[in-house]
């Protein structure tokens, strides 16, 4: 198959801008196509009407081992705008937080110096993260995909591990990279965050924080694809991919019909699924499990305290309900504003901001000693019901593969190609995922893998087993 002249990118989230940067920088005449006014689609920024401020819908941090996500910003010139952390701190009280920071011992052990001086933690407790962790490092890829219909609590039980371990090391780290609670990831997904984000590599761990708003971070993205050649349309919806019993013809928008050679979806599954004819889903198979594929939400919370109360960049708040707080700046009158996290956040869904915030303020005062008998000046939540998709147990099995040409043998239809962080990129929800099925949908299209290579295993951890 010739590569297609004329694509219709539906969405302009990180996944179809990235595949429609990469198509027009191909010389393909790619086209974006996006319902609301801006870039970004869930990484995004709002201005609060309260203040006038621009707010992120809520943090987003990216990690060393995001190749890809870091290739699309170097693509849009905004890495520098990237601050990057090697450390991690983890509350404590009374003491000082803990902080987890590599030395210079190789993947996997470059750890074991800076947990082992955990206070968070009792040595029986230390010992049994060791041996899970051990018992993933060489098991590898290969050992994990067996698990991918349990969810990783079954993996904790199996590996003995006290309660307090599961409710401090665990859960933080798993809710925050699958939004879901160990006892609803599957195992296989949370098994990979170890895998790879933290015994692989020493440099796969650091974690990156934004230093200016989200959309100044995509934003860039349409005077990019405007002058590779291809072209951004805002505020323009999809209403259904035209098929005509073969092969999809484009898009038929609420401005009327937008003819393609192709078309990239680059929307949510849901959202995908209005956009599909009961014929069009019958003659593809990646279509027909659309329905299944559930979400998760996250709470976002922005709090201005009239003096510093967070003296660190960041702080993991272990066993409360707020997984994270980040130091987002003190003004020139000595406001400093904090953002809370919380991930896997259900049981927030119907609180409503008066309610959220006490949660909040009441995790903050655990953990911060300097916000005890302080109010803050301002709070505003921001609740994303459908913020990832559900990495339950089972689910990979019903997510189509990221930009795979359909093929006579799956029934798929030859010019129709997905992307969206949902689809199959070996990745949870992430802008790295979405990047990724980004690069490979452009790739699909072309008939080239434009995918960026992972960052590879240290020689230790290889010889262990975390690549098998
Ligand atoms: C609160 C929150 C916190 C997060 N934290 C992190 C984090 O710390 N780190 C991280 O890596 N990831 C994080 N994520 C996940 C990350 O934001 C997503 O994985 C990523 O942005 C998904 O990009 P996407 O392009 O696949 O989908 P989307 O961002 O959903 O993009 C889809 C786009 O399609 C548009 N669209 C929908 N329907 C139509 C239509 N009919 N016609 C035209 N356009 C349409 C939408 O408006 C949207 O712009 C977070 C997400 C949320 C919500």
Redesign the pocket.
Known sequence: MSAPRRVAV????????ACALRLAEEGVQATV????RK?????TSFTDPRTGEVLD??????MGC?TN?LDFYARLGVEGAIEWHDEVFWANPPHAPDVMRPSLLPAPAHFTGSFAAMRMLSLAEKRAVARAMWRMLRMGPTGRARWEDRTFADFLRECAQPQGTVERFWSPVVVSACNLDVHEASAASAMQVFQEGFLANAAAPRMGISTVPLVELYDPAEEAIRSAGGEVRLG????AIAFDGRRVTGVV?DEGAFDADAVVS???AD?LA??CSSTLVAADGRLRHLDRVGTSP?V?VHLRFPSRVLDLPHLVLPGRGTQWLFDKGTSADGTQHVHA?ISGAAAWMDLDEPAIAARVLDDIRWALPAARGVEPVSVRS?K?RR??FAVVPGFERIRPQAGAVGTERDGGVRNLFL????TRTGWP??????VR??YLAAGAVLGRRLLVPDLPPGRVAALLGVAR
């Open positions: 539906v969405g302009g989230g990180i996944a179809g801008l196509l996006e319902t609301r870039l970004g689609g869930r990484a819908n809520c943090q987003h941090i990216l995001c996500l323009i919806s999809a209403v928008t680059a929307v949510p959202r209005k956009l996250i976002g996290v921001v994303e913020a990832t992307a969206g962080d949902w929800a992430t802008m790295e995922g979405a099925s980004g």
